[in-house]
């Protein structure tokens, strides 16, 4: 039987002004705008891990000696938990932000759970205080689609090694750089036709990434105040504005300016699992649609109305604790962002 060493749940250390080593494992769209969020902080010293981290290192190096050398671990591998050991020595927060919206269940699973499990099994062997996980609004350990099941067990995962973990569960994510404005906007550039299923009625609630890093950015500080609010908790990140699938093609179409210029069609769910099952076996385009993609379009992904066992308010959390952070966004007060402020300066008015 394996002895697991969880991280405290008890004592914090006071604030200081001492460099902070804080790593975060996931080198996407996401990791980004945590990494400029993190370090507004001087104290702040950011390392990226992942399998292929050398790209998103190259772009942020340029902002400092803040953004220290990356390690290249491929955490679905067994071995890779002696490489997460050694980096995340003498941090203080690890933020586990790897996901894959697109694969197999087997690789959903690897990266997700598994992958999930091994950050947060090495966090608190090595101590670390502050351990951020981030899942997705849908999460169940019973969900339809292995994507949000696998979400949820590597939640449970990271908790089991690191009880005072928090969980942040966006829903739909935008903003510059992102992969679904910008995909619907490219295709409405070719297509004829947007296609959405079932009428389009599918809710959603677009969330700011800029929003979601500066959580992040908060739940990592060691602050007491922050601590006791974000400890052990799950926070469901929504935005301002709750739209229908129809409604954000209809955004798309009016910031691409093709509004009138192209049509907005429905189709049956089952055609959409067709079309699923032969697109999964084509290699990865901006085509790509699968099957458990079309199965998720039949749940809203909203914040619940009946907040988790532990939950923290998203937008109240922002406010509670400002950021000092440069932002791309319009400027405002420390609200959350909404499409109608964001989409028109990235997806631009296309002549």
Not at 41 to 59: A, E, G
Not at 260 to 281: C, D, H, K, N, T
Not at 312 to 327: I, K, T
């Amino acid at each position: 039987m394996i002895t697991r060493r969880l991280a405290s749940t008890v004592s914090v250390p006071p604030q200081d002004k001492s460099p902070r080593k804080i790593v975060l494992v996931g080198a996407g769209f996401l990791g980004s705008y945590v990494a400029k969020a993190l370090i507004a902080d001087p104290r702040n010293r950011i390392q990226i891990v992942s399998r292929h981290p050398q790209s998103l290192y190259s772009k942020l190096s340029t902002l400092g000696s803040q953004i220290l050398p990356p390690a290249s671990i491929d955490i679905t591998s067994p071995s890779s938990a002696v490489e997460l050991r050694k980096t995340f020595k003498g941090a203080s927060a690890v933020v586990s932000m790897a996901g894959l919206l697109v694969g197999s269940d087997k690789q959903m699973k690897a990266l997700q759970e598994d992958g999930a499990k091994r950050v947060g099994e090495a966090a608190a062997e090595e101590g670390v205080r502050r351990v951020v996980g981030i899942s997705a609004i849908g999460a169940n350990p019973q969900a339809a689609t292995a994507y949000w099941r696998t979400k949820a067990k590597g939640e449970d995962a990271i908790r089991e090694y690191h009880p005072t973990a928090t969980v942040i569960r966006p829903s739909l994510l935008f903003g510059p750089g992102d992969s679904f404005f910008s995909r619907f906007a490219t295709l409405a550039k070719y297509l004829p036709v947007l296609p959405v299923f079932g009428g389009g009625i599918t809710r959603f609630q677009p969330v700011y990434v800029g929003d979601v890093a500066r959580a992040i950015e908060i739940c990592c500080r060691g602050d007491p105040t922050v601590v006791s609010q974000v400890a052990g908790r799950i926070i469901e990140a929504g935005g301002p504005d709750i739209l229908t699938y129809r409604e954000i093609m209809e955004l798309v179409l009016r910031y691409t300016n093709l509004q009138g210029r192209r049509a907005i069609i429905s189709l049956p769910y089952w055609v959409g699992s067709v079309q699923g099952f032969v697109l999964e076996m084509l290699p990865e385009t901006m085509f790509t649609l699968t099957r458990d993609q079309v199965t998720q379009l039949r749940e809203d992904n909203i914040v619940s109305p009946h907040p988790p066992m532990f939950g923290q308010n998203f937008e109240d959390l922002l406010r509670a604790f400002p950021s000092s952070a440069p932002s791309s966004a319009p400027p405002g007060d420390a609200g959350l962002k909404s499409v109608y402020d964001i989409l028109p300066t990235y997806l631009g008015v296309r002549k």
